[in-house]
């Protein structure tokens, strides 16, 4: 079993749709979880980040981590087609060395 | 400082041929990490520098694999005796010593390796 699960998707969705992207995470240790955004052949960028269990939310982006299920979430409001893209979730830990452990990436598609 | 660089962004080669990567990382950063993703996947961690320190390796990191960090400034990672499952995209990362304690990485673009 991976230590970080992600639905690979890909996901296609319409203009100004409420996105909602997901990832499982099995090493109760992570503290730091963080998601990225990856276009094609680019490398990834960060885009949101957050310290244990609560909400973040910048902009049309919100971000939610839910420790005691091992569960986190992006959401992306009115969405556009500048957002597609892969967005990966990312985490790490204090005790797992200095590695940020990424999850498999799901592709999502904003249709105009 | 524009960020993270990477050469060459594409290698193409041959299999049994030896191939080097260059990252040169945000001029601030003391640490220094290398991944690769292939399609369809995240990135999976190889290896982390702190300075020149090389302080941890992976798993996949085979002994064909060897990377540096002479000086704590740009770092190389070399392939040798290449084989086909090394096509992968090598990426670069760094970050500074508040960041990598988060795990908040920044990436550059990216060395392309395609093993024929």
């Known amino acids: 079993q991976k230590e970080v699960e992600q639905d690979p998707g890909p996901l296609s969705v319409p203009e100004g749709a409420i996105v909602s992207l997901n990832c499982t995470y099995s090493n109760s240790a992570f503290q730091y979880f963080m998601w990225y955004r990856q276009y094609s052949r680019k490398g990834p960028e960060l885009l949101m980040y957050?310290?244990?269990?609560g909400n973040k939310e910048d902009g049309r982006f919100t971000a939610q981590v839910d420790k005691s299920s091992k569960y986190i979430s992006l959401f992306i409001r009115d969405s556009q087609p500048s957002d597609s893209a892969t967005y990966l979730c990312?985490?790490?830990?204090?005790?797992?060395?200095?590695?940020?452990?990424f999850g498999a990436g799901t592709r999502l598609f904003v249709k105009a | 400082d524009t960020g993270v660089s990477q050469n060459p962004r594409h290698k193409i080669t041959k299999r049994g041929q030896n191939v080097t990567f260059r990252c040169d990382p945000i001029s601030e950063h003391n640490r220094l990490y290398w991944y690769r993703q292939t399609l369809g996947q995240g990135p999976e961690f190889l290896t982390y520098f702190q300075n020149e320190a090389q302080l941890e390796k992976s798993r996949l990191l085979s002994d064909r694999f060897s990377a540096e960090r002479p000086k704590g400034s740009f770092s190389t990672l070399e392939i040798q005796r290449t084989e086909q499952g090394d096509s992968a995209m090598y990426l670069c990362?760094?970050?500074?010593?508040?960041?990598?304690?988060?795990?908040?990485?920044?990436f550059g673009e990216g060395s392309r390796l395609t093993v024929l």
């Open positions: 957050t310290y244990s269990s």
């Open positions: 990362a760094s970050s500074s010593r508040t960041s990598a304690d988060t795990g908040e990485l920044f």
């Open positions: 990312a985490m790490s830990s204090h005790t797992g060395g200095f590695k940020t452990i």
